[in-house]
Structures are given as C-alpha cells and as structure tokens.
C-alpha cells in the first residue's frame, strides 16, 4: 500500500481521511481534482526538522480534467475562514494541498514540484500529497524556506493508519458539488 519510509519524513493518513480520498478516486476515476490540506507535525527531529506529519483534515474544491486541476484563490479566500470556523483546531496546522492522479499513479510531476515550491513559506512548511487509484497510491514532499532565501523541496514517505470508517455523508456532498461547478464551467 504505502511506500517504505526511507525519506527524510513521513505522513501519515487515517483511516477516515484514507476512506475519503478511496471515494473521491472512484467517484473521479480519469479526472483530477485538488483541494487544500491541514497538516500537523506530530514528531520532529532534534534539529526540528518535521519527522513524523499527519494529514489531519482535506477538502476537495476543484475538479479538473485528465490532466489537471488548480486551485482558485478566491474560492479558497472564501472557504478558510468556514473551515477554521468549524474545526478550530486547523490552525494549529500548517495549510498545503492534495491532489489526485486518478489512474496514473501518484508521482511529483514537474508541475507539482514547481507548485510545492511557489508556495513555500518564508517562515514555516508546505505539504502536498499526490493520490492515485493505479500504480504508486501516493506520494508526497514539502517545501520551506532555507536561511538563505531558497527555497527547498523534501520528498516524503505516507504511511496508512486507524481503524476502518463508514463514508460520511458530507463527502457525497461535496463530490456532488465540484461536480456540479464542473458542469457549470462548460
């Protein structure tokens, strides 16, 4: 399932998290679609550097084609401040992405990798996960800002973890959703 941890760090999926992203790959099986991730340093090394991440919250907002999918400022703008209205707890947690690959296999493309690096921080850590239905499951890096200005990109490892879940019926609903913004863009 997950790949073995030989990498700098590893992130970790719930169970529940796990769930919603199989739903997502089988509601979308040939078409991209992305959204903004929490993600919150459980372990680190003694250098501070992240050891062990977890991806604690995701949600899905753009639906994409075979080959793509972005993420609009504005609909994040709007959404940020609902989703720490409602959970709280995500600020506490650094703000990256998830996207999927659907049948392709989870890779970094050179689009991924130059997206992970626009967004790195001045002063903190971005993640991206890449999610696919075929081939490599997943895969994962971030990005942060060294003393120098540069910045830097660190690939990762994920690993699977929790108890099996029922599909929570907000997530039928907001497939429902980019599907339907999908529709309306043609």
Known sequence: MAKKNTSAF??????????KIQFLLNRFKSTEWSGPAWYKVEESYKNGFPKRVKLKYFKPIHLGHGTETELDGNKMGELLPKVYKRFPNLKECYLGLIHSHHNMGAFLSPTDEATALEQTAKDGLFFSTVVASAKEPFDCCMTYQDQFGFSNLIDGEVALSGPPIKVPKEWETEAVQIEEEKKAEV
Do not use: F, T
């Open 10 to 19: 590893l992130i970790e999926i719930e169970e529940k998290i796990h769930l």
